[in-house]
């Protein structure tokens, strides 16, 4: 593999697939976690450990918390507001307060809060004029330094919400609102199907940045904050990661040679980048 690809991996997701580094022993016990074990659908769509270190598993049939052992499943129930508002779950977040944010399929957010044991919803009603999602079905999250958080949905719509007041404001990009970051340098970045997006404050307005103003893919990025770098992936005819650097505006752009995709074949469908403690991405 050439030296573009010596210490990069790309994820191609189609379940649940885990590349370890070569510090791992050779043999290794797996322990698969599906309906048979309490799970409560098999397609999982997202997973975090929240603070007390429950890991949280959304499906396209309920929310699950598993404490290694058991899994307790939330689901909606009929008449209660103070359950899940859906049971199609597409994007789990945690933000800086412990409060896990639930993107849904079909009827907006749910907000848990593992304190108190409740969700509070966020409901998707059209016509309305209580209404501020810009989209029913959301796909994720964002806080960011002053506790702001930025949704984003299927169709291209991206809520500025503050959840001390209940307000917000809405933006419309072209397409999906695949990722969104808030980088050391202060710029909310948004990873669309029509390519990336920064915010500019000045002009209340998205605009693509100089280092990537193509109409690619974006689903995934990540900051390596000790070296002040963004990695994003690109999907088009295949897949290629760039690495923009924050300090000198610099970027750079890895990908397969023609050898290694004879050898490999073109990732052209990568969907997650995700950063070892290691180096290793």
Same mark, same amino acid.
């Given at each position: 593999?050439?030296?573009?690809?010596?210490?990069?991996?790309?994820?191609? !997701? #189609?379940?649940?697939?885990?590349?370890?580094?070569? #510090? +791992?022993?050779?043999?290794m #016990?797996?322990?698969?976690?599906?309906?048979?074990?309490?799970?409560?659908?098999?397609?999982?769509?997202?997973?975090l450990?929240?603070?007390?270190?429950?890991?949280?598993? &959304?499906?396209?049939?309920?929310?699950?918390r598993?404490?290694?052992?058991?899994?307790?499943?939330f689901? +909606?129930?009929?008449?209660?507001?103070?359950?899940?508002?859906?049971?199609?779950?597409?994007?789990?977040?945690?933000?800086?307060?412990? !409060?896990?944010?639930?993107?849904?399929?079909?009827n907006?957010?749910?907000?848990?809060n593992?304190?108190? &044991?409740?969700f509070?919803?966020?409901?998707?009603?059209?016509?309305? #004029? +209580?209404?501020?999602?810009p989209?029913?079905?959301?796909?994720? /999250?964002?806080?960011?330094?002053? &506790?702001?958080?930025?949704?984003?949905?299927?169709?291209?719509?991206?809520?500025?919400?503050?959840?001390?007041?209940?307000?917000?404001?809405?933006y419309?990009?072209?397409?999906? !609102?695949?990722?969104?970051?808030?980088?050391?340098? &202060? !710029?909310?970045?948004?990873?669309?199907?029509?390519?990336? /997006?920064?915010?500019?404050?000045?002009?209340g307005?998205?605009?693509?940045?100089?280092?990537?103003?193509?109409?690619?893919?974006?689903?995934?990025?990540?900051?390596?904050?000790?070296?002040?770098?963004?990695?994003?992936?690109?999907?088009?005819?295949?897949s290629?990661?760039?690495?923009?650097?924050?300090?000198?505006?610099?970027?750079?752009?890895?990908?397969?040679?023609?050898a290694?995709?004879?050898?490999?074949?073109? /990732?052209?469908?990568?969907?997650?980048?995700?950063?070892?403690?290691?180096?290793?991405?």
């Amino acid at each position: 593999m050439s030296r573009s690809y010596t210490k990069i991996v790309l994820f191609l !997701i #189609a379940s649940f697939v885990l590349f370890w580094a070569n #510090a +791992q022993p050779d043999h290794m #016990a797996l322990r698969y976690l599906r309906t048979e074990e309490g799970l409560s659908q098999n397609e999982v769509t997202s997973i975090l450990q929240d603070n007390e270190g429950f890991m949280w598993f &959304g499906t396209r049939c309920g929310l699950n918390r598993y404490d290694g052992y058991e899994f307790l499943v939330f689901d +909606q129930v009929p008449g209660d507001s103070g359950s899940l508002v859906n049971t199609s779950i597409e994007r789990i977040y945690k933000d800086s307060k412990g !409060i896990i944010w639930i993107g849904t399929k079909s009827n907006g957010i749910s907000r848990y809060n593992p304190v108190a &044991g409740k969700f509070l919803n966020m409901p998707f009603n059209e016509p309305s #004029a +209580q209404n501020i999602l810009p989209d029913k079905r959301v796909i994720s /999250f964002c806080e960011d330094s002053i &506790g702001e958080m930025w949704i984003g949905a299927w169709n291209g719509g991206l809520l500025k919400y503050n959840p001390e007041s209940g307000q917000g404001k809405t933006y419309h990009l072209s397409a999906n !609102i695949n990722v969104i970051i808030k980088s050391s340098d &202060g !710029i909310v970045r948004v990873g669309t199907n029509d390519g990336l /997006f920064d915010y500019d404050p000045a002009s209340g307005s998205f605009k693509r940045p100089d280092f990537s103003p193509v109409s690619d893919q974006i689903p995934s990025i990540i900051e390596d904050r000790d070296q002040q770098v963004l990695w994003i992936l690109h999907n088009s005819d295949k897949s290629t990661l760039m690495k923009f650097d924050l300090k000198n505006r610099s970027s750079q752009t890895f990908s397969l040679n023609p050898a290694e995709e004879k050898e490999f074949g073109k /990732f052209n469908s990568a969907t997650k980048i995700m950063h070892h403690n290691n180096g290793l991405l």
